[in-house]
């Protein structure tokens, strides 16, 4: 898995070389908080049973997508509670 996580990295580092995603850059600001967050939205996710396993090309998008976001929102909200940087 590593191996894999350096080669996909090492790929899209040199094909995007000379322009940045946007929601790249939005991802890449808020990448702490959303490590934070990230184990909570799939523990509620899979112990309340919102996932389908039965289907893993429909689960892992879907988990994904939805941790992904949650975090996300967690995080920019944090970032405006926040405002001596505390915790952000």
């Known amino acids: 898995m590593f191996i894999a996580a ?4 090492l790929v899209f580092k040199n094909a995007l070389n000379q322009r940045t ?3 790249l850059s939005l991802i890449a600001r808020y ?4 490590y934070g ?3 909570l939205f799939i523990h509620y996710l899979r112990t309340h049973h919102y996932d389908n396993m039965s289907r893993p090309w429909f689960d ?3 988990v994904f997508g ?5 975090s996300l929102l967690l995080a920019m909200a944090l970032k405006r509670v926040d ?5 952000s």
């Open 37 to 39: 967050f990230h184990a």
């Open 60 to 62: 892992l998008p879907w």
């Open 31 to 34: 990448s702490l908080p959303i």
């Open 6 to 9: 350096i080669s996909l990295l």
């Open 21 to 23: 995603l946007p929601g």
């Open 66 to 70: 939805v941790t992904l976001g949650g």
């Open 83 to 87: 405002k001596r940087h505390f915790v």
